[in-house]
Structures are given as structure tokens and as C-alpha cells.
């Protein structure tokens, strides 16, 4: 999902209350270049957990798309061109 696409979900959700305003959150970037693989571990252990295969399946091809992403940086680095 694109960042734009996904805010406007999370909008969404604040506003009709079905997600709590003081909810902790932790946002992975497709430059992050750890990010694609702890979506890949999230979808395994969501799998493992019996989580819907349709959820399961996009956040694998979100993962699959992080990879494809250039250029790819170490967290916490701005400027770092991290070898994939």
C-alpha cells in the first residue's frame, strides 16, 4: 500500500474510533533496508497464528515490493547507501 493510501486508511479509523488515538505505532519505510524482512517474519508468524491467507498474502507481496525499492539506506543514516 502506498504511504498516501495508507494514511488516509489510518485517518479513517481515527476518526469512526476504531483505532485508538494513543495506540502505539511503528512505521517501516521500503528504503529501510530491514524492512522487507521483517514483514516477510510478520507474515510467517501470522501465518503460524491461523491469521486470514488474504492478509497474510498482501503483506507478502508488500514485502516483495520493499525489496524492488532503490535506493535502500541503513536506519538512522540519512545519506547511507546500504548494499542490499
Sequence with gaps: MEAKQ???RLQKK?????LPPDEPL???RSQDMFADKFVD???NQAQCAGSPEG???EARQLAAKMRGWS????P???GSIADA
Design 41 to 43: 517474519l510478520w507474515a
Design 76 to 78: 538512522g543514516r540519512p
Design 14 to 18: 481515527l476518526a469512526d474510533g476504531s
Design 55 to 57: 492478509m497474510v498474502a
Design 26 to 28: 511503528f512505521v517501516l
Design 6 to 8: 495508507e494514511i488516509e
Design 71 to 74: 535506493p535502500r539506506r541503513i
